[in-house]
């Protein structure tokens, strides 16, 4: 099947270690998004990419990198920089130049740092 | 800057109507999308304008006018399954998908 699969699901991690966050798609889609959710907010964009080897940082970038080796592929690090990194992770994946056409959500990361 | 604004909270009675709206501020506009995100969970696509006017499925409506940066979602004949958080986004000349804050809707019986 088609789809988009975020992993894992749930995720703990101490503070101060680095952790990386699954975005695999099966849709042939160019643009790969990572957004950041906290609760009861909407939906803050972290980098996206709209082409292999090549991303852009979005509103609040600070303390995470990404990698896009291959088209199906982006992955997220949340770093010891970033702050507060306890939230709701949710990848996205959608066409480029394409209109009517909508993203695709995966099924979302929830990271806790103790 | 981009800027995508909505209510943050409404509520409204099972068998209603009820509409809620967006306005935006982007680099240019490549489309405007609708969707629905039940508590923890991914946000699931409910429609898209790219073109002024209205776009109905179903029980779910959306309005567009590009001259005045706002869509509205409509959706009648509420459910208590409505419940849920309902996010405005805006693809811009670059592709990029900006959200709202999202509107979290409350039905009642």
């Known amino acids: 099947d088609g789809g988009i699969t975020q992993s894992p699901k749930y995720l703990f991690r101490k503070e101060g270690q680095n952790v990386t966050l699954s975005c695999e798609q099966n849709?042939?889609?160019?643009?790969m998004y990572w957004y950041r959710q906290d609760p009861g907010q909407g939906l803050r964009l972290i980098y996206y990419?709209?082409?292999?080897?090549?991303?852009q940082k979005g509103d609040i970038a600070e303390g995470y990198s990404v990698s896009r080796e291959k088209k199906e592929s982006f992955p997220l690090t949340v770093t010891s920089a970033q702050k507060n990194p306890t939230a709701f992770y949710l990848c996205?994946?959608?066409?480029?130049?394409?209109?009517?056409?909508?993203?695709?959500f995966g099924q979302g990361t929830r990271l806790t740092v103790v | 800057g981009q800027n995508i604004d909505q209510p943050t909270e409404m509520t409204a009675t099972e068998g209603a109507i009820v509409q809620i709206n967006c306005t935006y501020q982007t680099s240019g506009f490549n489309g405007l999308f609708w969707y629905q995100q039940h508590a923890g969970e991914a946000p699931t696509f409910l429609s898209y304008n790219v073109l002024d006017g209205l776009e109905e499925k179903g029980r779910f409506s959306s309005f567009l006018s590009r001259s005045k940066g706002y869509s509205y979602l409509l959706l009648k004949e509420l459910q208590m399954k409505d419940s849920a958080s309902y996010l405005c986004?805006?693809?811009?000349?670059?592709?990029?998908?900006?959200f709202g804050t999202g509107t979290r809707l409350q039905v009642f019986p």
């Open positions: 986004a805006v693809r811009d000349n670059t592709d990029k998908l900006i």
């Open positions: 849709l042939n889609h160019d643009a």
């Open positions: 990419s709209q082409i292999v080897n090549d991303f």
């Open positions: 996205a994946s959608g066409p480029v130049g394409e209109v009517g056409t909508e993203a695709f």
